[in-house]
C-alpha cells in the first residue's frame, strides 16, 4: 500500500514543521496515491486552518515511521507507552494503544497526537491492509483519545462513552495549549479533537466478522466515562486506565467507584490476558489489579486520617503523600500524582 505525506508547518511559526500522514490518500500503487494527492491535500489544509502545506509524496508502508507493536494473543496487537507522564523526551507515547484484527481492524485508543496515532496506523498496515472500523476510546484523557482524527480519516467510526464529549469539551481549549508545552510543539502539529460517531451507554457488541468486542460502560471510577472492551476470539480484557501497573494511578473519577469496580471481581467470567492503560500486559486479573487496589486502598484510609483529623486541605495533601510512602514502591511519577489524588480523595472524602 502506498500512503501520502504532507510536509507542513504551523502558520504562526514556521520554524515548527512536521510530516502528516493522510490516510484518506490510501492506495494500492503510487500513481494511485499522486493521483489523489492534490486535493485531499488541499481539503485537509482547509479543515486546518493551524498549518501551512508544502511538498506531498507518496510512500511505501514500510517508508512510514510505526510503532512498535507485538502479537500478545492470536490477531491481537499491543503498544506499550512509555511508563512515565507527558515529557518532550517521551514525545508523549505515554498510554497503551492496540489493535484487533477480524475481518475488520478494531483499534482501542489513539495516542496523545496525531504523530502518535499516524505511527500506529503505520503499525497496523504493516500488518494488514484490512479497513480499520473502529477506534474504540477507553476514555477521556488526553493520552488516549487525542490522536483519533487520523482513524477518522482513515473511514473507522470513532467509538466512546455517551458522557465522553462533555469531558473532553470542558477539557479542551486547556490541552491544546498544555499538551504542546509538555511534549514539544512539532510532535503535536496537525493535532485537532475528532468528534464521536457512536456513544456507548449501554453494554454492545462490535463485530469484526471473525470476532466479537464486547464494549461495557463502567459507573464513575477512574473518570465518569471509562469503557471495557473485551475480544470474544482471545479473552482479552482492556481495561483502559481502569487499571494502572507501574504508572502511579491517577483518579480524577470517584475513588469508591473505582475501589467497588475492583472490588466486584472479574468483569467476565473468560479472562485470558488484561491489557491495562498504562504498563504491562497481566496474564491474570488478580496480577493486573492487586498493585493498584493495594495503593486506592491506602489513599482512601489515609485521606479519611486526614479528614478526621480537621486538617485544612493544604496540610492534608503533604500529610497524605507522606503517609502514602510506604505504598511507593514500583509507581513511577509517585509523589506529583499521590499529591493530586489526595487533593480529589480529600473532597470525595469530605463529603462522605
Ligand atoms: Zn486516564
Known amino acids: ?25 490510501d492506495a494500492p500503487d503510487q500513481q494511485d496515491c499522486q493521483r489523489k494527492a492534490e486535493p485531499i491535500a488541499r481539503d485537509w489544509l482547509a479543515r486546518h486552518p493551524d498549518l501551512k502545506g508544502g511538498e506531498a509524496r507518496c510512500v ?41 484484527v477480524g475481518d475488520t481492524v478494531a483499534v482501542i485508543d489513539a495516542g496523545s497526537s496525531r504523530a502518535e496515532a499516524e505511527a500506529l496506523y503505520a503499525a497496523i498496515r504493516e500488518v494488514t491492509d484490512k479497513p480499520v472500523s473502529h477506534l474504540i476510546l477507553t476514555h477521556m484523557h488526553p493520552d488516549h483519545i487525542m490522536g483519533a482524527e487520523v482513524f477518522s480519516e482513515a473511514g473507522a467510526t470513532i467509538v466512546a ?18 499538551i504542546p508545552r ?13 468528534s464521536i460517531d457512536q456513544k456507548i451507554d449501554a453494554p454492545m457488541t462490535i463485530s469484526l466478522g471473525s470476532t466479537e468486542l464486547m464494549v461495557t460502560p463502567v459507573p464513575k471510577a477512574h473518570t465518569d466515562n471509562d469503557l471495557l472492551i473485551h475480544d470474544s476470539d482471545s479473552a482479552t480484557l482492556f481495561t483502559g486506565d481502569l487499571v494502572f501497573r507501574g504508572l502511579t494511578p491517577s483518579l480524577e473519577g470517584s475513588l469508591k467507584g473505582w475501589l467497588d469496580w475492583i472490588a466486584a471481581g472479574p468483569p467476565m467470567p473468560d479472562i485470558a490476558l ?12 488478580e496480577e493486573a489489579v492487586a498493585p493498584e487496589w493495594q495503593y486506592l486502598e491506602a489513599l482512601r484510609d489515609t485521606t479519611r486520617k486526614a479528614v478526621s483529623g480537621n486538617m485544612p486541605l493544604s496540610r492534608a495533601i503533604p500529610a497524605i503523600v507522606s503517609m502514602m510512602k510506604p ?5 513511577a511519577d509517585f509523589d506529583a500524582t499521590t499529591a493530586h489524588n489526595a487533593s480529589t480523595a480529600f473532597s470525595q472524602i469530605e463529603w462522605e
Open 182 to 194: 509538555q511534549i514539544g510543539a512539532q510532535a503535536f502539529l496537525g493535532t485537532h479533537i475528532a
Open 60 to 100: 511505501a508502508t514500510s517508508e512510514l515511521p510505526a510503532l512498535t507493536v507485538t502479537e500478545i494473543a492470536d490477531e491481537v496487537y499491543f503498544h506499550q507507552g512509555a511508563v512515565e507522564q507527558l515529557s518532550h523526551r517521551n514525545q508523549g507515547r505515554i498510554a497503551n494503544t492496540a489493535f484487533i
Open 327 to 331: 505504598f511507593s514502591e514500583g509507581w
Open 1 to 25: 500500500m502506498f500512503h501520502l505525506l504532507l510536509a507542513a508547518c504551523l502558520a504562526n511559526d514556521p520554524a515548527i514543521c512536521a510530516e502528516r500522514l493522510l490516510p484518506a490518500a
Open 274 to 285: 488484561v491489557v491495562p492503560g498504562h504498563g504491562p500486559v497481566a496474564a491474570t486479573w
Open 161 to 178: 462513552s455517551a458522557r465522553l464529549p462533555e469531558g473532553v469539551a470542558r477539557r479542551v481549549d486547556d490541552w491544546m495549549m498544555s
